[in-house]
């Protein structure tokens, strides 16, 4: 059976840096969190002009993922756990921060120098409290290393994680995440499976879909309910969209700038940890 629409959520602008500013329809006033989603941020399409200075500068994190995924452009990461990697349109990585990391991003030195369209989504992927003091680890994927799915005229989809029609994507989580990034023509249509009781959500990055019978524009967010399994998607013109599935992580959330616990008290150790130097340093 076709999923309800419980929430269309829209991406509001939010300053992020002095220079930069994101669109974020997650959290959001009238739907907080669909933990593990706890945070999504669509930056641009902005067009970078050859000589410009932009990078956000180290900054530490602990209890979560950030996961990045290219859209247009090319974004550079560094952090002090070791990891330093260039991604491209269609690549994607995703950082666990764990018991905390200091990391740096931004587009590369090549883009700032030449110019060019830069965009992005990132998201925040929360994890059990089981995990959130292991150590970080980084992990990326090339556009050509995520398998195709929901193959159809006028429908460009890749399985950047989780399991889906049989296939797998290379980026690994805790708790079982499906993200599936594509293009729909206009007039075609996708029909994306969610396990029931799982949350299932659809991002509309650019152009406009219909889904059960109501027109949703570009940057929104639509939730679904947790019931039900179908949801079709028809492109009322070219479009491309960010589904996103994952079970729920039933525990409390804390979330507060750069971390995400489960108590207010463990957010400000986190503070305290990063103003003691426990996160350590990055020159970058």
């Not at 932009?54 to 990045?68: A, K, Q």
């Not at 700032?112 to 369209?117: D, I, P, T």
């Not at 994890?127 to 290393?145: G, L």
């Amino acid at each position: 059976m076709k999923k309800a629409i419980i929430h269309v959520l829209a991406g509001r602008e939010k300053k992020i840096t002095a220079e930069e500013t994101v669109r974020q329809p997650l959290p959001h006033k009238d739907f907080r969190f669909a933990n593990p989603f706890i945070v999504l941020h669509h930056m641009g399409p902005e067009v970078i002009e050859p000589g410009q200075t932009l990078r956000i500068h180290p900054h530490p994190h602990r209890g979560f993922s950030p996961y990045t995924i290219m859209l247009q452009g090319e974004g550079y990461h560094k952090d002090n756990a070791g990891n330093d990697e260039i991604i491209k349109a269609g690549d994607v990585q995703w950082m666990f921060a764990g018991k905390g990391i200091m990391h740096s991003e931004g587009p590369t030195a090549e883009l700032l120098q030449k110019g060019g369209v830069h965009e992005l989504i990132q998201l925040w992927i929360n994890a059990p409290k089981s995990k959130k003091w292991d150590e970080p680890f980084y992990q990326s994927a090339k556009a050509n290393e995520q398998p195709k799915v929901l193959i159809g005229e006028g429908l460009d989809f890749s399985l950047a994680s989780g399991d889906y029609e049989g296939k797998t994507g290379p980026i690994k989580n805790f708790t079982p995440v499906i993200s599936i990034v594509g293009k729909i023509a206009t007039g075609k249509e996708a029909n994306f499976e969610a396990i029931s009781g799982y949350w299932a959500l659809l991002y509309i990055i650019n152009g406009s879909v219909k889904v059960n019978e109501q027109t949703i524009g570009q940057h929104n967010l639509i939730v679904f309910e947790k019931d039900n399994e179908e949801i079709t998607v028809t492109a009322t013109e070219d479009s491309q969209v960010l589904f996103l599935s994952a079970k729920p992580i039933d525990e409390p959330v804390s979330a507060k700038d750069n971390f995400v616990m489960n108590t207010p008290e463990e957010i400000e150790q986190a503070l305290s940890d990063y103003q003691n130097g426990v996160f350590g340093t990055l020159n970058y």
